[in-house]
């Protein structure tokens, strides 16, 4: 098993705190595996197994329990008896009315309450209004290239292995796979692919057209580090066709792919005003391995913006807010809000050996007038500082 010390020292923090714990992010991206660690590591701190309840609502078992307070009822006088106890519900969302469920059970001070969802439903639902304040929220991703790097034993070299984070996939299983049957990798892709399709945005949202759905999808897979816009987007994709999609139905279809963790939007901040702006924002893919089952993959394609998706997600691990940044007639790659109201600043680029984009980078985040750290990522490996601005070698910043 791949070890994912950063979402399981959160929880060891978040232990007995008064706070509902809940686990979001994509199908497949190991939320039920981090659960089931939390709870072999409680057992070896000595808690013991009968004072641990945990319910995968996925399992057949569970899966024909359909009333909320039958499931609450079962809890309740599992956990009688002092002391407290550890209430563990995976992928809560598909029992109905869950919400008054995770309510209910929360009233109870024993009970120490973990939940996974795989939609932000979830969270965009009554829950969020219900526990305003009384849960912490941990979003989880496919594995970060250190995770990635860790799951190789071979011996295989960092750049080898980077190149192949780049162009394959980082779903926990789909690395195991690769390693024995790596034919059966996009088949296993696919099959994630089109559950979290069918279920979680054509059945749940009862869309009667999934054409116009493929078509956004294609377009994003193919944007991944582009400024979108829904009016432009609907104009392409009008060209030359006879079903017309309208732009309110663009953007109803990507706030759904986002819903369902298979997209992640990126906001524009105007620096200098300090503010947000409403339009214009990037979109990055949570697994690039799932261009591979959407589009053709061609390996050395697009590198800069793979890495922008890389580094992207790597900074939402890292904590903090994560915006696409404008200053004046500048684009800074990324925008972090940090604890403490702190900010970095970060430009990604493949390679700096142009003077024209060394320039090009540099020069945007000279551009800002504040103290602020400043980072500029590439493949390059001369890690230096120029003019207060680090210049670090993506390899290196990844396995820090």
Request: with cysteine.
């Given at each position: 098993?791949i070890?994912?010390?950063?979402?399981?020292?959160?929880l060891?923090?978040?232990?007995d705190?008064?706070?509902?714990?809940?686990?979001?992010g994509?199908?497949?991206?190991?939320?039920?595996t981090i659960?089931?660690?939390f709870?072999?590591?409680?057992i070896?701190t000595?808690?013991?197994?009968?004072?641990?309840i945990?319910?995968?609502?996925?399992?057949?078992?569970?899966?024909?329990?359909?009333?909320?307070?039958?499931?609450y009822?079962?809890?309740?006088?599992k956990?009688q008896g002092?002391?407290?106890k550890?209430?563990?519900?995976?992928?809560?969302?598909l029992?109905?009315?869950?919400?008054k469920?995770?309510?209910?059970l929360?009233?109870?001070?024993h009970?120490?309450?973990?939940?996974?969802g795989?939609?932000?439903y979830?969270?965009?639902s009554e829950?969020?209004?219900?526990?305003?304040?009384?849960?912490?929220?941990?979003?989880?991703q496919?594995?970060?290239?250190?995770e990635?790097?860790?799951?190789?034993?071979?011996?295989?070299?960092?750049?080898f292995?980077?190149?192949?984070?780049?162009n394959?996939?980082?779903?926990?299983e789909?690395?195991?796979?690769?390693?024995?049957?790596?034919d059966?990798?996009?088949?296993?892709?696919q099959?994630?692919?089109?559950?979290?399709?069918?279920?979680d945005?054509i059945l749940?949202h009862?869309?009667?057209?999934?054409?116009?759905?493929?078509?956004?999808?294609?377009?994003?897979f193919d944007?991944?580090?582009?400024?979108?816009s829904?009016?432009?987007?609907?104009?392409?994709?009008?060209?030359?066709?006879d079903k017309?999609?309208?732009?309110?139905?663009?953007?109803?279809?990507?706030d759904?792919?986002?819903?369902?963790y298979?997209?992640y939007?990126?906001?524009?901040?105007?620096i200098?005003g300090?503010?947000l702006?409403?339009s214009?924002?990037?979109?990055?893919?949570?697994d690039?391995?799932?261009?591979?089952?959407?589009?053709?993959?061609k390996?050395?394609?697009?590198l800069?913006?793979?890495?922008?998706?890389?580094?992207y997600f790597?900074?939402?691990?890292?904590?903090?807010?994560?915006?696409?940044g404008?200053n004046?007639?500048k684009e800074?790659?990324?925008?972090?809000q940090?604890?403490?109201?702190?900010?970095?600043?970060?430009q990604?680029?493949?390679?700096?050996?142009?003077?024209?984009?060394f320039a090009?980078?540099?020069?945007?985040?000279?551009?800002?007038?504040?103290?602020?750290?400043?980072?500029?990522?590439?493949?390059?490996?001369?890690?230096t500082?120029?003019?207060?601005?680090?210049?670090?070698?993506?390899?290196?910043?990844?396995?820090?």
């Open positions: 098993m070890h994912r010390e950063i979402y399981l020292e959160k060891r923090l978040l232990k705190q008064n706070l509902i714990k809940v686990i979001t994509v199908r497949r991206c190991g939320k039920s659960l089931e660690a709870r072999t590591e409680l070896e000595g808690i013991s197994d009968r004072d641990i945990f319910y995968n609502f996925e399992e057949r078992a569970n899966i024909v329990i359909q009333d909320w307070a039958e499931i009822d079962e809890i309740i006088i956990t002092s002391g407290k550890y209430i563990f519900l995976d992928e809560v969302q029992i109905p009315n869950f919400e469920l995770i309510n209910s929360f009233t109870k001070k009970l120490d309450l973990y939940i996974t795989s939609n932000a979830l969270l965009s829950l969020a209004t219900l526990l305003t304040g009384r849960y912490i929220a941990i979003n989880m496919t594995l970060s290239f250190k990635y790097f860790s799951a190789y034993k071979e011996g295989k070299s960092r750049d292995l980077f190149r192949q984070y780049l394959t996939s980082s779903f926990p789909a690395v195991n796979l690769s390693k024995s049957a790596p059966l990798v996009n088949d296993y892709l099959s994630i692919f089109d559950t979290v399709i069918k279920k945005i749940r009862k869309l009667r057209n999934s054409h116009n759905l493929q078509r956004i999808i294609e377009f994003l944007s991944i580090g582009s400024i979108i829904p009016t432009n987007i609907a104009k392409q994709l009008n060209k030359n066709s017309k999609i309208s732009h309110n139905t663009v953007i109803k279809l990507i759904f792919l986002c819903e369902s298979i997209l939007p990126a906001k524009r901040y105007d200098k300090k503010e702006l409403s214009l924002e990037k979109y990055y893919l949570v690039l391995g799932l261009k591979n089952i959407v589009h053709s993959n390996y050395d394609t697009n800069g913006h793979k890495l922008e998706n890389i580094v790597e900074l939402l691990r890292r904590g903090g807010k994560v915006f696409i404008k004046q007639d800074i790659d990324f925008v972090v940090k604890a403490g109201n702190n900010i970095e600043y970060y990604v680029a493949f390679t700096l050996s142009s003077e024209k984009t090009r980078e540099i020069s945007a985040l000279k551009n800002i007038n504040d103290a602020y750290p400043k980072f500029i990522l590439s493949m390059d490996y001369d890690n500082v120029i003019d207060g601005i680090k210049k670090l070698n993506i390899i290196d910043w990844l396995l820090e």
